[in-house]
């Protein structure tokens, strides 16, 4: 059998996860998305990556269900499509949910260094006793502890969905996983010194996070990434009513925990 034979037989039996995860390696060497994108553009013609990953994936379910009924070929290939089409949005959601969370935290830092740099530059022996001095330290302190805790969430509930769909494999491109770290590293620090300044003014240490609440919310960050991803996968695969089905169980959802807070 010749070399390229072989390299044939071998994408056939890829999985549709394994296909992404080639697909994957391939645009994660280019470091970032805008390189990645010139890339394709850069192709004559341009080929989208969805419209390979999709070719590729009916060739290996028609490959591996050769000679079998066509309903149960074309039901293989149908699973095939399914679960390659929703890993791909899925791994494009969490690429745009986290730059566009470090868009946001960018601009929460530095309201909040600001803030923080204002009340630190307040000498004056009366501090300790000024209610309005000792409350603006301490919802400082609270809201910059508030963002870590939901970057580390953010971050855990990503590890878990790639854990669980696409062998535990990274899905951000080098940059924005640099940008990420680099975000939760100057987001700890920021919130360490507003801890440690409350501290020095004398107030009470703050509450330890709630574990159970830690929880809640990590789910909640995983729904936010996986049902979209299943709905936009379907509805572009032309099963609009099943699409429809999941998006709205999942704003359901998100209204009731919105729901249960006000309570």
């Known amino acids: ?19 992404v995860l080639r697909w994957l390696a391939e645009a994660h060497a280019y470091g970032d998305v805008p390189a990645y994108v010139a890339s394709l553009l850069d192709q004559d013609p341009p080929v989208a990556p969805l419209d390979r990953l999709a070719r590729e994936a009916e060739h290996g379910a028609r490959a591996a269900n050769r000679g079998k009924r066509s309903e149960v070929a074309d039901a293989a290939v149908r699973s095939a499509l399914r679960e390659i089409v929703f890993r791909f949005e899925l791994v494009m959601r969490i690429n745009v949910t986290v730059h566009d969370l470090l868009d946001h935290e960018v601009l929460l830092e530095a309201l909040f260094a600001s803030q ?3 009340l630190l530059h307040d000498d004056r022996k009366e501090r300790l006793t000024d209610e309005s001095h000792l409350h603006r330290l301490a919802h400082c302190r609270d809201l910059t502890a508030l963002r870590v805790t939901e970057l580390r969430a953010t971050r855990e509930a990503i590890s878990r969905v790639e854990v669980r769909f696409l062998d535990a494999h990274s899905t951000l491109f080098p940059e924005v996983a640099g940008a ?15 801890a440690d300044s409350a501290e020095f003014d004398g107030l009470e240490q703050a509450e330890p ?13 995983i729904a936010d990434l996986v049902e979209p991803a299943k709905s936009t996968a379907l509805d572009k695969l032309g099963e609009g009513r099943p699409a429809f089905d999941i998006a709205n169980a999942w704003l359901r959802a998100k209204f009731g925990v919105v729901e249960a807070a006000r309570l």
């Open 180 to 194: 990420f770290d680099l975000q939760v590293r100057r987001s700890q620090e920021l919130a360490d010194m507003a």
């Open 1 to 19: 059998m010749t070399l390229s034979r072989r390299l044939a037989k071998l994408e056939t039996s890829l999985s549709p996860t394994q296909l």
């Open 116 to 118: 923080l740099a204002l």
């Open 209 to 221: 996070d709630d574990a159970d609440g830690l929880e809640s919310r990590i789910a909640q960050l």
